[in-house]
């Protein structure tokens, strides 16, 4: 039972290039959670899934979209990296009980 | 929307201290979620509380939710070095996607 897992672990990126951040889970849960952590603001949500086939924004969508591929996986898109778009994105899904499992973050840098 | 303040944002202590982070809203939680990050990992769920006035405790950490249910806190008794990381609390709000809104943090260092 690997959890959530998220690929890559880093990244370093120019601005003005795409990237697709990766995130599956194994343990059949039907919503997942797409976050960044900044220094001192904690995590903000970017975008959730509330189960397959469906999509909503969170606190901070701007510059971003996402798929839910299947009930496994659900992917983020930066179309055009941006510098304020440097931060750690973390993935997540939900328990039974409403616990957020989460996945190991990708380290993103956009020079 | 919902916002969660929490204090302190920074806390060093000596090991064998006390330890505590708090949790506020202006308006009504629904649950409370507490989550620990250790320093270059993820968040890990500790706890939830649900009801006004709950208190529960995991060996040496206590969580309560207080009876207005705005606000919360996290106790840690003699504090180790196993407890170092930043611990966070968040709202789950009522809604059908169940969304968490986190606090900013405590950073807790632990002094040998």
């Known amino acids: 039972n690997a959890g959530v897992t998220q690929t890559p672990k880093f990244q370093v990126l120019k601005t003005g290039q795409s990237m697709t951040l990766q995130c599956a889970q194994d343990?059949?849960?039907?919503?997942m959670y797409w976050y960044r952590q900044d220094p001192g603001m904690g995590l903000r949500l970017i975008y959730y899934?509330?189960?397959?086939?469906?999509?909503d924004k969170g606190e901070v969508p701007n510059g971003y979209n996402v798929s839910r591929l299947n009930k496994r996986e659900f992917s983020l898109r930066l179309e055009s990296a941006a510098p304020s778009q440097t931060s750690v994105y973390f993935c997540?899904?939900?328990?039974?009980?409403?616990?957020?499992?989460f996945g190991p973050g990708t380290r993103l840098t956009v020079t | 929307g919902q916002q969660v303040m929490q204090i302190p944002q920074y806390q060093h202590v000596q090991e064998g201290e006390d330890f505590t982070t708090y949790c506020n809203s202006s308006?009504?939680?629904?649950?409370i979620q507490w989550y620990k990050q250790r320093p270059g990992g993820h968040p890990v769920f500790l706890i939830q509380?649900?009801?006004?006035?709950e208190v529960k405790k995991q060996k040496r950490l206590t969580f309560q939710f207080g009876e207005a249910k705005k606000n919360s806190s996290l106790h840690i008794t003699a504090t180790q070095t196993t407890d170092v990381g930043t611990y966070f609390c968040?709202?789950?709000?009522?809604?059908?996607?169940?969304?968490?809104?986190f606090g900013s943090g405590t950073q807790l260092t632990v002094l040998p």
């Open positions: 997540a899904s939900t328990g039974l009980s409403y616990e957020q499992y």
């Open positions: 343990m059949n849960h039907n919503s």
């Open positions: 899934s509330a189960s397959e086939g469906t999509t």
């Open positions: 308006t009504t939680l629904s649950n």
């Open positions: 509380l649900v009801k006004s006035g």
């Open positions: 968040a709202d789950l709000s009522s809604g059908s996607a169940r969304q968490l809104t």
